[in-house]
Each structure stands twice: as structure tokens, then as C-alpha cells.
């Protein structure tokens, strides 16, 4: 077994660079000759640069969008269609989790589904963490990890932001933030 084989990884904190790590784990793991799975929870609005790498890498390497994008501000009817969109994703998470789809699957952003109330974090446990297979490795992403799956977890990163091109009023860049 390699490094991250079987393991439970977070990849939390306020700096840029959670996803980016945790597709370089991606990138590493494939070009091994493994399964990916990157099931993104919250950009499912966009076309991110991830995406569409992903098309021309082959079946072993997937990028599956399961939310309905960013969801901060939302309220009412709206607030309500993300709730239901991450049910369905952790219903989907839970099968592929499960099923043997991948040998790594990245859970992007589902921190902040907790985060925003979207889900709970029994939910993430119950479904994400308690079924995932002993050889199966497991990535979380987004901030604010709470502490019950910072226990839970066997390895964690935090991603500690002391400068960003953000404070000087530069706008997300295509091909770095996206």
C-alpha cells in the first residue's frame, strides 16, 4: 500500500490551495496507473480548468460536478435547490464510495456544504467515512473542517493564506483559481 492508500486526508483552512493539493494527490495517484474520482460539491456552476483537463485524460481520471455551484449568499427556494443537490451528492458519494469505482475519490468542497448547513457532518461521516473501504483513499476539501472529522482523519493539511493576489484587488485568474 502506498502512502494514501486507505487513508482519510483533509485539506482544510482559509489559504488557496485545497483543491490544487488535493489534485495533485489526484495527478500522482493516476499516473500510477489508478483510478481517480473527483466528485466537486459546490462548483457545479462553472467550467473549471479541472473539468476540462479531466476529458482528455482518459475513464481512470473523473471529474463529476454534483452541486449546483457556489452557494454563500443564497436564501429561500434557492438555499432549498442546493440542500437538495447535496442529498442527491451524498447519495452519489456514498455509491461510488462504496462500490469500488476509484481507487482515490476526492469529496471537493464538501466542507463547505457543511459549512453553509447544506449537509450535517453526521452526514459526511455516516455516509462518506464509516463505509469507505480499507484500501480506498479518501480526500476532503473546503474550510473549516470540524474537529469530530479532523479525529476521524488520518492525515491533515491546512492551508494557511499569508498573502493573496485577492488583497490587492486582483480577480479570480483562469488557470489558477479556475
Not at 492508500?5 to 493516476?30: F, M, V
Not at 471529474?63 to 447535496?86: C, M, P, S, Y
Not at 492551508?159 to 490587492?168: G, P, R, T, W
Request: charged fraction near 20%.
Amino acid at each position: 500500500m502506498g502512502p494514501y492508500e486507505g487513508q482519510t486526508s483533509i485539506i482544510t483552512g482559509n489559504g488557496k490551495g485545497k483543491t490544487t493539493t488535493a489534485l495533485g494527490i489526484a495527478l500522482q495517484y493516476w499516473g500510477r496507473g489508478k483510478k481517480v474520482l473527483i466528485l466537486q460539491f459546490i462548483k457545479g456552476a462553472s467550467e473549471y480548468g479541472e473539468l476540462k483537463a479531466s476529458r482528455t485524460m482518459g475513464p481512470d481520471f473523473d471529474v463529476i460536478q454534483v452541486g449546483l455551484g457556489f452557494v454563500g449568499r443564497a436564501t429561500g427556494d434557492e438555499l432549498t435547490e442546493h440542500k437538495n443537490a447535496a442529498r442527491q451528492a451524498i447519495e452519489q458519494a456514498k455509491k461510488c464510495i462504496t462500490s469500488g469505482a476509484a481507487d482515490l475519490i476526492v469529496l471537493d468542497e464538501v466542507l463547505y456544504c457543511i459549512k453553509f448547513g447544506l449537509i450535517s457532518t453526521e452526514d459526511v461521516i455516516e455516509n462518506m467515512i464509516k463505509p469507505k473501504p480499507a484500501s480506498l483513499a479518501l480526500i476532503l476539501t473546503g474550510r473549516d473542517a470540524p474537529p469530530s472529522l479532523i479525529d476521524l482523519a488520518d492525515i491533515v493539511i491546512e492551508a494557511v493564506e499569508i498573502k493573496h493576489h485577492y488583497q490587492q484587488g486582483i480577480k479570480a485568474q483562469p488557470g489558477i483559481e479556475f
